[in-house]
């Protein structure tokens, strides 16, 4: 079993900046890639970013230039940069983790979700 949390949601005006984090617990063999998705009242998740243990990175195009994902040693924690956020950026974030488990089986886990809400 493993456990995904994220912090470092908030309220934050628009054109400021807001840092994510997400944390990866258990019995963890190994993380092959750590997604930050979004989900905004009566839409659809999309993926935000997402970062592979090869440190391959890719964004929605919406985020391109403004948000940057990165990850600590086995991508654990990963964060997400967010700057010049705009007022449709505001949506619950969260984190979804691929994780190789002691067991050696591989599982992907959702982390609960952060909010971030940007003020025009």
């Known amino acids: 079993q493993a456990q995904v949390v994220e912090s470092g949601g908030g309220l934050v005006q628009a054109g400021g900046s807001l840092r994510l984090s997400c944390a990866t617990s258990?019995?963890?063999?190994?993380?092959?890639?750590v997604g930050w998705y979004r989900q905004a009242p009566g839409k659809q998740r999309e993926l935000v970013a997402r970062?592979?243990?090869?440190?391959?990175?890719n964004y929605a195009e919406s985020v391109k230039g403004r948000f940057t994902i990165s990850g600590a040693n086995a991508l654990n924690p990963v964060f997400l940069q967010m700057n010049s956020l705009k007022p449709e950026d505001t949506a619950v974030y969260l984190c979804?983790?691929?994780?190789?488990?002691?067991?050696?089986?591989?599982?992907?886990?959702w982390g609960q979700g952060t909010q971030v809400t940007v003020s025009s």
């Open positions: 970062i592979t243990s090869d440190n391959s990175t």
């Open positions: 979804n983790a691929n994780v190789v488990l002691t067991s050696r089986y591989s599982f992907s886990y």
């Open positions: 258990g019995n963890i063999f190994k993380i092959n890639a």
